[in-house]
Nanobody, 122 residues
Framework: QVQLAESGGGLVQAGGSLRLSCAAS????????MGWFRQAPGKEREFVAG????????HYADSVKGRFTISRDNAKNTVYLQVSSLKPEDTAVYYCAAALFGAAQTRDYAYWGQGTQVTVSS
């Protein structure tokens, strides 16, 4: 069983930054690819960033490239999302998710956290 707990969200002005964290309660955390997703009010959930088991491979949605950075610390069972140069359109609930052995698409992520709210004011 995998449990994920996000933290670090909040209210920030446009142009500001936050660091989101996702702590995983799971054995062999390093066997899981991890991802961050977000869902804004009235919109579908969308992929934000993903990272492979070692942290050696990352990928991002075009809308966040150059502004967001995903990383992980396998010794702490934690994945991070540094969000910078925030825009009002980044306002959403941010979720982390885990996929055993890797993820090629959203449906590969079998485990999800409860989410953390990020609100960007203009």
């Amino acid at each position: 069983q995998v449990q994920l707990a996000e933290s670090g969200g909040g209210l920030v002005q446009a142009g500001g930054s936050l660091r989101l964290s996702c702590a995983a309660s799971v054995r062999a955390f390093s066997k899981y690819a991890m991802g961050w997703f977000r869902q804004a009010p009235g919109k579908e959930r969308e992929f934000v960033a993903g990272i492979n088991w070692s942290g050696g491979s990352t990928h991002y949605a075009d809308s966040v490239k150059g502004r967001f950075t995903i990383s992980r610390d396998n010794a702490k069972n934690t994945v991070y999302l540094q969000v910078s140069s925030l825009k009002p359109e980044d306002t959403a609930v941010y979720y982390c998710a885990a996929a055993l052995f890797g993820a090629a698409q959203t449906r590969d992520y079998a485990y999800w956290g409860q989410g953390t709210q990020v609100t960007v004011s203009s």
